[in-house]
């Protein structure tokens, strides 16, 4: 299995409130990615990022940023927590830009009240 | 109309027997395209890509319609260990990103 982790795996949180959550690799790949994924929709991509410190939105980037200042990890940050961002949270890692061949973490479930 | 389509079931199989479903896609400039699989409360993971020549991996078999714009999934001999959802995913270079659809449940049945 590729080497990604995901941290924390899951966690509660009230409205209002910051959450970051990790994406750690091992594998030394360039590309990744952060999905979110809701009952009812397909694997939505939220930010990518190409390299160290170059990043870029996704279909669904409102109320998130990121950040990658190192090729291991990348955050992804929910400035302020809302209810519409309670979801399951992948991680995902490729040898190349946009490639079909993802890695996926274990996910990150995530509830805010 | 939804860029990936998928029917999410679920399509209850009997053991040993052979299911099939398909992936609609609205693109047609779309280039690539993949099944996943994913268990319950797990990460995807890829099966499979889908060449134009359509292509089999032991028991399992995807077809391409460009015509049609759809993907296909075969499976033979259906094993309990194959009860998951399995997603379409199609990566078109006009959007220049993947696609994924919500998937298409499957219950194998002793």
């Known amino acids: 299995d590729a080497g990604i982790t995901q941290s924390p795996r899951h966690k509660v949180t009230e409205t209002g409130t910051p959450v970051t959550l990790r994406c750690h690799q091992t594998e030394n790949h360039r590309y990744m990615y952060w999905y979110r994924q809701d009952p009812g929709h397909g694997l939505r991509l939220i930010h990518y990022s190409y390299g160290v410190k170059d990043t870029d939105k996704g279909e669904v980037s409102d109320g998130y940023s990121v950040s990658r200042s190192k090729t291991e990890d990348f955050l992804l940050t929910l400035e302020s927590a809302t209810s519409s961002q309670t979801s399951v949270y992948f991680c995902?890692?490729?040898?190349?830009?946009?490639?079909?061949?993802?890695?996926f973490g274990e996910g990150s479930r995530l509830t805010v009240l | 109309r939804k860029e990936v389509e998928q029917d999410p079931g679920p399509f209850n199989v009997p053991e040993g027997a052979t299911v099939a479903f398909n992936c609609t896609y609205s693109?047609?400039?779309?280039?690539?395209f993949f099944w996943y699989r994913q268990d319950c409360r797990k990460e995807p993971k890829l099966l499979m890509s889908v060449y134009s020549s359509g292509n089999e991996d032991g028991r399992f078999t995807a077809q391409l319609n460009r015509a049609s714009q759809y993907i296909s999934l075969l499976i033979r001999d259906s094993k309990l260990s194959d009860s998951a959802t399995y997603l379409c995913v199609v990566f078109s270079y006009g959007n220049n990103r993947l696609a994924f659809g919500k998937g298409n449940q499957v219950v194998v049945i002793p």
């Open positions: 995902a890692i490729s040898l190349g830009p946009h490639d079909g061949e993802l890695f």
């Open positions: 693109n047609s400039a779309s280039q690539s």
